[in-house]
């Protein structure tokens, strides 16, 4: 609500990768916000009076994302396909509601319980940029194996965290097979998840068997 204008940096033919970006606004108040590529950080909002005539230089300062790097493995040190869930936490440590810090109202999808990022991943790596904040992360495979738990930590601009995530099968299920007879991707008209991206969730999650059900 209120969004009247989103503007891309160096958009067009404009080669030089510097940021800049342009825009024609009414006359008016306004409060302009940036944020990074990857919709992670976000500038603090600037105040903006467009007047007739004139032209208006904004300077918005981005903070540099933390990085959070992941690489998972079974129990016998070999790599194994992961998801992982980083959830924000508030003061007294306990996971946030609903968006959390996610700004919706900016173009940031909707997760929902607190959850700021979710990942998949065939090889179990993850290089994850995080606003600087206080999080859970849980890294996963499925029902068979355990998870491997950070439960509160914080992170700061710029810092660089790694994390070695192992996971061990916990469920012997010879015999058996999972699956799941309920999917929707990108040819859904409802769905604009990318084909490759749902198959890299199936492996994430360890299903063994899936039906498509498109429409």
Do not use: C
């Not at 006359?27 to 005539?53: M, N, R």
């Not at 990108?186 to 492996?203: E, W």
């Amino acid at each position: 609500p209120g969004v009247i204008s989103a503007m891309d940096a160096d958009a067009g033919m404009d080669l030089v990768e510097d940021g800049d970006f342009k825009a024609l606004l009414p006359v008016g108040d306004y409060q302009i916000v940036a944020k990074d590529h990857a919709g992670i950080v976000f500038s603090k909002p600037l105040p903006l009076k467009i007047e007739e005539g004139r032209d208006h230089v904004i300077l918005p300062s981005l903070p540099t994302p933390a990085r959070i790097r992941i690489n998972t493995t079974d129990g016998h040190g070999k790599r194994l396909p992961a998801k992982a869930t980083l959830v924000a936490l508030d003061a007294n440590g306990k996971p946030m509601e609903r968006d959390a810090h996610r700004r919706v109202y900016l173009g940031q999808g909707r997760l929902g319980t607190g959850v700021q990022h979710i990942a998949f991943d065939e090889h179990g790596t993850f290089d994850i940029p995080v606003a600087a904040g206080r999080y859970r992360l849980v890294v996963s495979h499925g029902t068979e194996y355990s998870i491997h738990s950070l439960d509160d930590f914080v992170v700061t601009n710029a810092q660089q965290m790694t994390v070695a995530a192992v996971l061990r099968q916990e469920l012997d299920t010879t015999g058996w097979i999972s699956g799941d007879f309920h999917l929707h991707q990108k040819p859904s008209f409802d769905s604009g998840m990318a084909l490759d991206h749902r198959v890299r969730t199936i492996v994430a999650e360890g299903v063994d068997y899936v039906a498509a059900t498109d429409h």
